[in-house]
């Protein structure tokens, strides 16, 4: 990955003058009179591992060349990948870069790692794809940290096509995963907008949810098992695909943002390869109506795989649409809902053609299958187009929250408030999108989109807009993240969430599975 920005390099591209064009009349933004900072300018410290340490960690990974203190290795592996992240290190900012980057093969190398790190006083950051956006990467180290990078433990171990089960690594990328399945004709159906960069382990850490989750489900409701290194020793979890056994410790691992212990594997449920694909579009008159009838298919059925709705602004900027990101075409009046169907021929057939009676009896307009197949086309573009702002002299970030669907409008309105009124109160008014991108029975997501002038310090100008949005998120019924997760950044919302019990019950385990704290400090769970 891009060590400044996102994913392929290759597949960078600028804005096309027109948006340029809209950014400069509409919000004020104007280029930065500094380009950021390149690889070979950033001054990296001395790795601040002592010679035990290393002798230690070498010897728990068998070969030096599993261990790295270069400088690049370090750069690379420096926090995550949120707007305030990439603007840090393009400004060449690498006060918390770890120490060393070490490379584990399996669960018995990351058991010896967690050991060595523990005798000697290193916090250990799991590291996967990358691609946290929440500060899940960032501990509160008072002393040295390790990146933990699972990239070598990338297999599939098992694959049960009786029960529909595999077994994955937690260093698996998704495309990787979904090839090795798709051999033996099983997919995952896991897609998140993170997708060509994230890892297995990843997805069960933070709670992924992917784009197709309507069909398939997010990914901690395809998790059967987990297996867990503990600086205290391995936890196994799930024999069966239910159990009355207690309470179900995988809800422990899952969401834990490595400040448990580490994932080694993950047991997931898997489906056959779909036959057929179809993504259409629709139009709605307003973001009312469009939510309206997507809460009807959720709780009555039939149910698209892929089910998502941009509101007005959304739709008018053409984001539901990233590759054709400010053309006309992509343009649409009202809101622009994207269906979408994976199955059998006959299922897909059945599903949307009862989903079309819905759409039209709730006052969609049928936009046909253009629109659909244009976003998929361009579902994993918009990390891309963040890049492009950046660089255009715009801040572009990203908020994500959920609640039940009587909750929904008012969190809508409220969340969309206070990021105007921060921003615009510090004299850079901004462009708020958002869309439904996850449905359940009982509510859905919402995900918001926004677009300002950076100020003279985009990342404390964000400061303050990002509280007010978490702040109105608490107090209009949300949950604090829907499939982002907490990190660091929403770790003070989640703790006034879950209340001060819940708090203690998370610090009791992670002082038995974590005694002397080296897993991820400060991420998830206050440090007492």
Request: a negative charge; proline letters at 6%.
């Amino acid at each position: 990955m891009l060590w400044s920005g996102w994913g392929d390099p290759a597949k960078a591209a600028p804005l096309p003058d027109s948006v340029i064009a809209l950014l400069r009349d509409l919000l004020g933004v104007t280029p930065r009179e500094s380009g950021p900072a390149t690889l070979g300018d950033i001054a990296v410290p001395g790795s601040a591992l002592t010679g035990a340490a290393r002798r230690a960690l070498t010897a728990a990974v068998k070969d030096p060349v599993h261990l790295r203190t270069d400088a690049e290795s370090r750069i690379r592996h420096t926090r995550g990948r949120s707007t305030p992240d990439l603007l840090r290190i393009r400004a060449g900012e690498v006060d918390d870069v770890p120490a060393a980057v070490v490379l584990p093969a399996n669960h018995d190398e990351v058991l010896a790692v967690l050991r060595a790190c523990a005798e000697h006083g290193l916090a250990v950051v799991p590291f996967g794809g990358g691609t946290s956006v929440v500060g899940g990467l960032a501990p509160e180290a008072g002393h040295g940290f390790v990146a933990l990078d699972l990239r070598r433990l990338d297999g599939l171990l098992s694959l049960d096509e009786v029960s529909r089960t595999a077994v994955l690594q937690p260093g698996l990328r998704a495309p990787d995963a979904e090839a090795l399945l798709g051999e033996r004709g099983f997919t995952l159906g896991h897609f998140p907008q993170s997708y060509e960069w994230a890892s297995i382990g990843g997805f069960a850490a933070a709670r992924s949810s992917g784009q197709a989750s309507a069909g398939y489900g997010r990914f901690d409701e395809m998790v059967l098992g987990v297996t867990l290194a503990t600086p205290e020793g391995t936890l196994e979890t799930g024999r069966a695909p239910r159990s009355a056994a207690g309470p179900d410790l995988r809800q422990l691992v899952l969401g834990s943002e490595g400040a448990l212990g580490v994932i080694t594997s993950v047991t997931v449920r898997i489906r056959p390869l779909p036959q057929v694909r179809v993504y259409e579009g629709w139009r709605f008159a307003s973001f009312e109506a469009g939510t309206a009838a997507l809460r009807r298919l959720a709780q009555d059925g039939p149910r698209p795989t892929v089910l998502r709705l941009s509101d007005e602004t959304e739709s008018l900027i053409g984001l539901a649409q990233p590759d054709r990101i400010g053309s006309e075409d992509a343009r649409s009046a009202g809101c622009m809902a994207i269906a979408g169907y994976e199955g059998t021929a006959e299922d897909t057939a059945d599903r949307r053609a009862r989903a079309r009676e819905v759409l039209l009896a709730c006052g969609g307009e049928y936009a046909g299958e253009e629109p659909g197949e244009r976003w998929a086309h361009g579902r994993y573009n918009a990390p891309y187009l963040r890049d492009a702002l950046l660089d255009a002299g715009a801040f572009a970030e990203t908020l994500e929250t959920a609640a039940f669907w009587s909750a929904l409008p008012g969190l809508y309105q409220a969340v969309r408030e206070a990021l105007t009124a921060a921003l615009t109160e510090a004299g850079t008014p901004p462009l708020v999108m958002c869309h439904i991108s996850h449905v359940y029975e009982n509510g859905a997501s919402l995900y918001f989109t926004v677009v300002s002038a950076q100020g003279d310090d985009p990342v404390a100008h964000w400061a303050p807009a990002k509280r007010a949005a978490g702040d109105a998120i608490l107090a209009s019924g949300g949950t604090i993240s829907h499939h982002h997760g907490v990190g660091t950044d929403h770790r003070d919302w989640f703790t006034r969430e879950i209340g001060p019990v819940g708090v203690r019950v998370l610090q009791a385990v992670k002082a038995e599975l974590d005694p002397t704290g080296i897993l991820n400090p400060g991420v998830l769970i206050p440090v007492r």
